[in-house]
T-cell receptor, first 115, second 112 residues
């Protein structure tokens, strides 16, 4: 385990469903990130939270809704997704946003399939 | 915007062969450089990083990378690969207070 835990590991959902992805870290980090990893594309930064405040929304469609209740937990709420949203969704944390002290610690990801 | 280039997306080689993966970035000035590895079904993990000092950086599992400022490159190397090195390798670059920018990755398959 990396210290960043993501659940569920796999998720299959229909286009009309609502589901949530969860990320939890106990590293004492203050910044948390959502990334989308699709085949043959670079990692796409979606959202950034620093000390619970959202500091980046990288033009993500509103069908993805993040929530950060505290510095240790991050959620990604999903609704009315499209098949092209199928991907591996990665959560990461770091000591602070925009501070490259030690790089990011990643979770194992949630493999999402939209049918 | 930051740009990180990784070439030869798919690399297939035999055990004991040498591996070199190229990484080029588009920024001038001071940068922080990283290589991450993602083994099949596992999380992205830090392989090595360069912030300053000796441009030849040694990481885990026998990997090393060399920062060549004049070439804007941070190539990853391993003299003799093993089957367990089969993975996807990502170069990442951060400049100043900007966040990490990732390359597209290199899928490396080592044949026993």
């Amino acid at each position: 385990e990396t210290g960043v835990t993501q659940t569920p590991r796999h998720l299959v959902m229909g286009m009309t469903n609502k589901k949530s992805l969860k990320c939890e870290q106990h590293l004492g980090h203050n910044a948390m990130y959502w990334y989308k990893q699709s085949a043959k594309k670079p990692l796409e930064l979606m959202f950034v939270y620093n000390f619970k405040e959202q500091t980046e929304n990288n033009s993500v469609p509103s069908r993805f809704s993040p929530e950060c209740p505290n510095s240790s937990h991050l959620f990604l709420h999903l609704h009315t997704l499209q098949p092209e949203d199928s991907a591996l969704y990665l959560c990461a944390s770091s000591p602070r946003d925009r501070g490259m002290d030690g790089g990011y610690t990643f979770g194992s990801g949630t493999r999402l399939t939209v049918v | 915007a930051q740009s990180v280039s990784q070439h030869n997306h798919h690399v297939i080689l035999s055990e004991a062969a040498s591996l070199e993966l190229g990484c080029n970035y588009s920024y001038g000035g001071t940068v922080n450089l990283f290589w991450y590895v993602q083994y099949p079904g596992q999380h992205l993990q830090l392989l090595l990083k360069y912030f300053s000092g000796d441009p030849l950086v040694k990481g885990i599992k026998g990997f090393e990378a060399e920062f060549i400022k004049s070439k804007f490159s941070f190539n990853l190397r391993k003299p003799s690969v093993q089957w367990s090195d089969t993975a996807e390798y990502f170069c990442a670059v951060a400049k100043g207070n900007n966040r990490l920018a990732f390359g597209k990755g290199n899928q490396v398959v080592v044949i026993p």
